[in-house]
Nanobody, 127 residues
Framework: QVQLVESGGGLVQAGGSLRLSCAAS????????MGWFRQAPGKEREFVGA????????YYADSVKGRFTISRDNAKNTVYLQMNSLKPEDTALYYC????????????????????WGQGTQVTVSS
């Protein structure tokens, strides 16, 4: 069992930045690929980004590519999502998730690939 706790959300103006954190506990963090997803009101959960166990490989959704950066610190059991140039359409509840599958590939874009989820942190971008 892995417990995930997100933090760092808040209210920011368009063009601003936020850094989300996701702290993991319960199992060896470096054994899990990590992903970030988001869900806006009335919409389905969507993929934001994912990072391999070592941090050497990353995937991003086209909508955030060039603006968001996912990283991880295995010594701190934490994954981060740096969000720059935020837009009102980035407003959503952001979730982190952990995938125990040792094979990391483009399937990480699908929520079904993940075994554990956090409760989410709200990001609101005002125009």
């Amino acid at each position: 069992q892995v417990q995930l706790v997100e933090s760092g959300g808040g209210l920011v103006q368009a063009g601003g930045s936020l850094r989300l954190s996701c702290a993991a506990s319960g199992r060896t963090f470096s054994n899990y690929a990590m992903g970030w997803f988001r869900q806006a009101p009335g919409k389905e959960r969507e993929f934001v980004g994912a990072i391999s166990r070592s941090g050497g490989t990353r995937y991003y959704a086209d909508s955030v590519k060039g603006r968001f950066t996912i990283s991880r610190d295995n010594a701190k059991n934490t994954v981060y999502l740096q969000m720059n140039s935020l837009k009102p359409e980035d407003t959503a509840l952001y979730y982190c998730a952990a995938d125990r599958n040792p094979l990391f590939n483009s399937n990480s874009k699908y929520s079904g690939a993940y075994d554990y989820w956090g409760q989410g942190t709200q990001v609101t971008v005002s125009s």
